[in-house]
């Protein structure tokens, strides 16, 4: 599903889709998000087919070389974009659009603060990457439902394999070849 945005063109510039949950979610979000003053939700990033993963991966092992593929971007298979539930937000005029410094941006800050209250989780939160598997990507949210984001927040559980008890994810299990 589409997001209703108010002004797609600028909201969600590469016409993109999420599971209809997180579509209407992130609408919610971002008309919080402006409410209170941090500025314009952009969707850089939603579903993505396996196909288009593999693309992205492939692109930047090409690219970047291996290393730095297995760091920056999900094997196909694993991205949680796969799933439509994940999202990779910016916010208009804020620059650090995809890169860590998002986090230090007035809407990084609200985002990791307030999407709880929407349903989001900061997926890759700083510190974690033993835990995850991944950097620290403060762009990155993961739509889980408000009772579960409100859960986590109230007890402070930063992350998924933290709240479910799962074995920790620093490595996938076979290597990339």
């Known amino acids: 599903m589409f997001p209703a ?12 889709q999420l599971r209809e949950e997180a579509a209407l979610a992130t ?6 998000m402006r ?5 314009t939700l952009i969707l850089n990033s939603g579903f993505r087919t396996y196909n288009t993963q593999k693309a992205l991966y492939d692109r930047t092992k090409e690219t ?7 760091k920056l971007s999900a094997r196909p298979g694993h991205s949680e974009h796969q799933l439509g539930l994940a999202a990779d937000f910016s916010a208009r005029g804020q620059g650090c659009v995809i890169l860590v410094c998002f986090g230090n941006t007035e809407a990084g800050r609200w985002l990791e603060e307030n999407a709880h209250e929407y349903g989001f ?16 990507e403060p762009w990155h949210f993961r739509y889980v ?5 409100t ?17 920790s994810a620093p490595d996938y299990a076979n290597p990339a070849g």
């Open 151 to 167: 859960e986590m927040n109230t007890k402070g559980i930063k992350t998924l394999e933290e709240f479910w008890e799962l074995e």
């Open 64 to 70: 970047r070389g291996l290393a730095v593929a297995e």
């Open 145 to 149: 439902g408000v009772e579960l984001a």
């Open 35 to 39: 409410s209170a003053g941090k500025g």
């Open 5 to 16: 945005f108010p002004r797609p063109k600028v909201q969600n510039p590469f016409g993109l």
């Open 27 to 32: 609408v919610e979000l971002a008309a919080a």
């Open 121 to 136: 989780i900061l997926r890759y939160p700083k510190g974690y990457r033993a835990i995850t598997g991944f950097q620290y």
